[in-house]
């Protein structure tokens, strides 16, 4: 089955820069479209990033050209690059896989999957 470990997270300054990284496992990496959700608290979770299998990438709106996402097969690894950090990029940041890169086919897919995140907090 699925397992998803982030990790990467922590507590920076507004203007600062984190690094995400997620560990996959369980799932046809080479076919499959990984992703980046976060979660603020009492807000619905969000997909923020995306990668198709052919590496074509895709960000939402309020973290584009802030975020970068990006992954290396070799070690089954996914990453979000994080610059320019902002208060409202506050949130528990969850990586996952899905089919597609919709948002919900991922969320389906993700279904009793999610791993425990990782907390960003930006002052």
């Known amino acids: 089955h699925v397992q998803l470990v982030e990790s990467g997270g922590g507590s920076v300054q507004a203007g600062g820069s984190l690094r995400l990284s997620c560990v996959a496992s369980?799932?046809?990496?080479?076919?499959?479209?990984m992703g980046w959700f976060r979660q603020a608290p009492g807000k619905e979770r969000e997909k923020i990033a995306g990668?198709?299998?052919?590496?074509?990438?895709g960000h939402a709106v309020s973290v584009k050209d802030r975020f970068t996402i990006s992954k290396v097969n070799a070690n089954q690894t996914l990453y979000l690059q994080m610059n320019s950090l902002k208060p409202e990029d506050t949130a528990l940041y969850f990586c996952?896989?899905?089919?597609?890169?919709?948002?919900?086919?991922?969320?389906?897919?993700?279904?009793?999957?999610w791993g425990q995140g990782t907390q960003v907090t930006v002052s």
């Open positions: 996952a896989v899905g089919p597609t890169c919709s948002t919900s086919a991922m969320r389906s897919a993700m279904r009793g999957y």
């Open positions: 369980g799932y046809d990496y080479n076919s499959d479209c």
């Open positions: 990668i198709e299998s052919n590496g074509k990438t």
